[in-house]
């Protein structure tokens, strides 16, 4: 494994000490003042969709914000924004993915054919591919309308693509016909019915 370059370590401590910051305000706001917090949260997860899901109350995730785990995941995607090589109109990478079979593929072959909330999937950090397949199995479980694949356990794709925690891409033809903002405050599937119904106009 490389070592990233110098001025990606400044970026690097630069995120560590905004984030440390973030948590560090977000306990104190929260110790002092969780009536407002709340609100707050509450108001941001109204613009963006996420009070509108009857089955994930906010009991399920504020209580969640601003602890260690919190502090680790959101320097993991931080981190992983500093990486982003992807821009819309740009060739979208060509990362390996295992379809649930096991196969190995890469997206453009499929494109042609640590912080979690409370009372969420419990799904354990992967400790290899048996586990990655075994947890897509449970997104399987709810029958979604479309094929399935997992990152490698090099997690290629999350990395190319600054996925994490979520995003939303449209690909076709090895281009980025779209690139949505990490979710899930950013997080807008109406945008991506447009583009789809604009392809099939």
């Known amino acids: ?15 560590v000490f905004q984030v440390a910051l973030h948590v560090a305000m977000g306990k104190v706001l929260m110790t002092f003042f969780p009536g407002r917090v709340k609100q707050d949260i509450l108001a941001m997860s109204q613009k963006t969709g996420m009070a509108k899901n009857p089955h994930f109350s906010h009991e399920n995730w504020i209580p969640t914000f ?11 995607v931080r981190w992983q924004r500093l990486e982003d090589k992807t821009e819309e109109g740009g060739l979208a990478p060509n990362c390996p993915v295992v379809r649930l079979s096991g196969q190995r593929c890469n997206i453009w072959d499929f494109m042609q054919d640590g912080w979690a909330f409370k009372n969420n999937v419990d799904i354990k950090n992967h400790q290899n591919l048996q586990d990655r397949l075994q947890a897509a199995h449970l997104l399987l479980d709810r029958n979604p309308q479309c094929p399935v694949v997992v990152d490698t356990m090099k997690n290629q794709s999350s990395q190319l693509y600054a996925a994490l ?10 281009r980025i016909l779209y690139k949505g903002k990490p979710g899930p405050w950013n997080y807008h599937p109406e945008e991506v019915r447009a583009v789809l119904e604009k392809l099939h106009s």
């Open 165 to 174: 925690p979520e995003r939303l891409y449209v690909l076709q033809a090895g």
């Open 1 to 15: 494994m490389e070592l990233p370059l110098p001025g990606l370590w400044l970026k690097r401590l630069w995120v």
């Open 66 to 76: 601003f602890s260690a785990q919190y502090f680790w995941f959101v320097l993991k």
